[in-house]
């Protein structure tokens, strides 16, 4: 991490020692997410990288009668609290995430990209992209990807504003069924039904 990724000068460095220390005392999935929920120095942000740390997001795992669900992600938190300080360094992690189709972790990269400047933010759109195209996408916030809208079209940054604009609102094919009448079917996009039509006025005014 340079210098200038991380202008303030209070925060102290982890040794080696220190990170693997870390590591071994957050392999309990309680003591990972109580490290991360109270860890804020963007300091040890590339040495956990080093080390794997941001590998991957947790997987699916099985629940009752046929169902899988998703465990949240605490070194994600993690990543948004230091994106302000460290964005290019957080970027870097997000891009290279393994993320399980984890809904947390995408709800938790469209916060680290608001978290930190829309130049860099930006790098992240194609993401968030791919997982508006993704079944488990509830967990985003639609008021979030307007206000990254918002942000892009404010910075003029056009060609990533595009993309994410039609992840969110262009029209897909939807699924055939012989349950309901073609003119009855919903059109699928990014967004369900009823955040289309609520968040569409804010991004015609972006």
Known sequence: MTESA???QSWSRPT??????ALVHTAD???????YNGLKNPNW????????AFTEAPGP???????IQYSPWPEGDYLVRVAPEAPAPVVEVLLNLDDKDNPFAHRLLVDAALAMPISEGARLVRRVCQYL???RRDLINPYSLVTLVERLAASGITKELGHLVDAMYEPRQAPRTDESPAPFRDIPTGL???????TLPRVFEA
């Open 16 to 21: 080696e020692a220190d990170v693997t220390a």
């Open 133 to 135: 195209a993704a079944p």
């Open 6 to 8: 991380c202008p303030s």
């Open 61 to 67: 795992q099985a629940a009752e009668e046929g169902w």
């Open 45 to 52: 942000l590339e040495p956990l990288a080093r080390k794997g």
């Open 29 to 35: 999935p309680q003591r990972r997410r109580a490290f």
């Open 192 to 198: 369900d039904s009823y955040w289309y039509t609520v």
